[in-house]
């Protein structure tokens, strides 16, 4: 299995996980040809893209989903909740899916994880092919013990730090959209976030990725010093998924 992001933070997210000629999309808030020129960086055709899996009804997150899926007759599957988020019209291919019950595409394992978000009915997903396990967590504004519980035993996690709460305070936002991002169904802070590793006692993590990092109120560095100081490695060995840049390919 490998893993890469197009690109990760508000105004625009999606990632690529692919394992044994199976290759499933993660969101897409890109519109139509920035989706594809970005793909095409990564050395993949949008056509080749199986299915894209759509985390919650945010545009930074669906925006793109419906033009994308309709030049590329791409599966699209989402909760019923974030499905009606759909503004630009129903994708084609549209299948539903539970945030509580695991599926199968290809020789990849499928669980969604239920969040805290200020959205429908939004999940983020890990991926196992029966060699590793990949989490991708975004968009949650608070780690319950459920979270906690689908995460363990992971290989690879790919995780929010949106904020430093200090900036966030500090930053140029108003006090209600401060009190929305910072709250329990808004983003993870860099220390929130921290947190969450250390309550899964990564032992078997390969690769940690910083993602969906605010550009108001966040800094690289800030994310991976927080991340790093729970696993006890060098900052320089979190990664980070940026908006403009993504993240190259892992491989686990």
């Not at 625009?12 to 519109?31: I, K, Y």
Request: aromatic share 4%.
């Amino acid at each position: 299995m490998r893993f890469a992001w197009l690109g990760s933070g508000s105004r625009g997210n999606a990632a690529l996980v692919e394992s044994d000629g199976c290759r499933v999309m993660v969101d897409c808030g890109f519109g139509l040809r920035e989706a594809e020129r970005r793909l095409a960086r990564l050395g993949v055709a949008a056509d080749t893209v199986d299915a894209i899996l759509v985390t919650h009804e945010h545009s930074d997150h669906i925006g793109g989903v419906a033009a994308f899926a309709a030049r590329h007759g791409t599966r699209v599957m989402a909760t019923r909740g974030t499905a009606r988020g759909f503004r630009q019209g129903v994708p084609a291919r549209l299948e539903y899916i539970s945030a509580h019950q695991p599926f199968e595409l290809g020789p990849l394992a499928v669980t969604p994880v239920a969040v805290p978000h200020d959205a429908r009915e939004p999940c983020q997903f890990v991926f196992g092919d029966g060699a590793a396990r990949l989490a991708v967590v975004t968009d949650l504004g608070r780690v319950t013990p459920h979270v906690v519980q689908m995460l363990e035993g992971c290989d690879a996690l790919a995780l929010e730090c949106n904020h430093d709460e200090g900036m966030l305070a500090a930053g140029p936002y108003p006090p209600q959209l401060k009190r929305r991002v910072g709250g329990n169904l808004g983003h993870l802070s860099n220390a929130q976030a921290a947190g969450l590793l250390q309550a899964l006692l990564p032992a078997r993590l390969k690769h940690v990725v910083a993602l969906h990092l605010s550009e108001a109120n966040n800094r690289p560095e800030l994310a991976q010093d927080a991340l790093a100081a729970v696993l006890g490695c060098g900052a320089g060995e979190i990664a980070v998924a940026d908006q403009a840049e993504g993240l190259g390919w892992r491989q686990l």
